[in-house]
């Protein structure tokens, strides 16, 4: 849809009334974000130039999360490639104590859902890059082969990293299972959980969106909220309260997991995070 004035009034029909008050919106990794309203309704529209599925994928995400899970998610009015519509949810990405609290209460609950398998039914992205689910049954294969393996490979198939921070990369791959042990149980796992991607107001989560599904381990989740702090202390203590976390996760397997999202940043933006990847490695020897 390269015309404005095509997806408008796509969007338009399918809402059943003409758009009013279309803004820009910041925000999103693939394509155009906008807030508008029809018939009196709040609108987010995500529109994509190029047309590729990103769009469809993730509206079908969003659809998993508003109606198989225990998190506030947009359920969108429309999805196709290139065009995503759904409801604006209230709030901002500020999180009081309270909010916390119920952030906690929420990733308690999905991650006490059992799901069949690792992986999912299908391939979902993260940060706009493909992100494949093939099925595995053990926890750590999975997250060496389709998580660290695949971005890395992606990585480096742009350009990012160089062959012997991969050949690193593949030597702790071989090794995941002395690290990584098994869950009670694969979760549906949010992916792409930090302040961005997280709605609050009133003390209250009112919405996750631009999510990375898949089922994994909750340890993970939690680890790449870490990364850019998204929540204090009382988040944890809270989650804690609920589901006991290992005291090896803080300074073991905390890091190591949070080499997926440092592989994704490598692959999209380069840079300092390439130095990260190897100093975490060498930290535990690789």
């Given at each position: 849809m390269p015309r404005p004035e095509a997806w408008r009034q796509r969007a338009g029909e399918l809402l059943g009334a003409p758009l009013e008050g279309v803004a820009p919106l910041s925000g999103g990794c693939v394509g155009e974000v906008y807030g508008a309203t029809a018939a009196g309704e709040a609108v987010v529209i995500k529109v994509d130039p190029g047309g590729t599925e990103l769009l469809a994928t993730e509206g079908r995400m969003l659809r998993h999360l508003a109606q198989q899970s225990p998190l506030p998610a947009p359920?969108?009015?429309?999805?196709?490639?290139?065009?995503?519509?759904?409801?604006?949810?209230?709030?901002?990405?500020?999180?009081?104590?309270?909010?916390?609290?119920?952030?906690?209460?929420?990733?308690?609950?999905?991650h006490g859902q059992p799901a069949p398998h690792f992986g999912f039914p299908y391939d979902t992205v993260i940060g706009g890059l493909p992100q494949p689910n093939p099925r595995f049954e053990r926890w750590a294969e999975f997250f060496a082969r389709a998580r660290l393996l695949e971005m890395a490979g992606q990585a480096r198939a742009a350009g990012r990293l160089d062959d012997p921070l991969y050949d690193r990369i593949a030597r702790f791959a071989?090794?995941?299972?002395?690290?990584?042990?098994?869950?009670?149980?694969?979760?549906?796992?949010?992916?792409?959980?930090?302040?961005?991607?997280?709605?609050?107001?009133?003390?209250?989560?009112?919405?996750?969106?631009?999510?990375?599904?898949?089922?994994?381990?909750?340890?993970?989740?939690?680890?790449?909220?870490?990364?850019?702090?998204?929540?204090?202390?009382?988040?944890?203590?809270?989650?804690?309260?609920?589901?006991?976390?290992?005291?090896?996760?803080?300074?073991?397997?905390?890091?190591?997991?949070?080499?997926?999202?440092?592989?994704?940043?490598?692959r999209l933006f380069g840079g300092g995070y390439v130095s990260s990847v190897a100093n975490t490695l060498g930290r535990f020897g690789y």
């Open positions: 359920d969108p009015v429309h999805f196709e490639p290139g065009l995503l519509i759904m409801p604006r949810l209230p709030g901002d990405h500020r999180f009081g104590p309270e909010a916390e609290d119920h952030a906690a209460d929420l990733f308690a609950a999905l071989d090794d995941a299972a002395e690290w990584f042990p098994e869950p009670d149980h694969p979760a549906l796992l949010h992916g792409d959980a930090w302040d961005n991607n997280l709605l609050a107001d009133g003390g209250r989560i009112t919405g996750f969106i631009d999510p990375a599904l898949y089922w994994g381990h909750p340890e993970v989740e939690l680890a790449f909220t870490t990364m850019f702090r998204t929540f204090s202390d009382r988040f944890y203590r809270r989650y804690h309260e609920q589901r006991p976390l290992d005291p090896d996760f803080w300074e073991t397997r905390r890091p190591l997991y949070n080499l997926y999202p440092l592989l994704v940043h490598v």
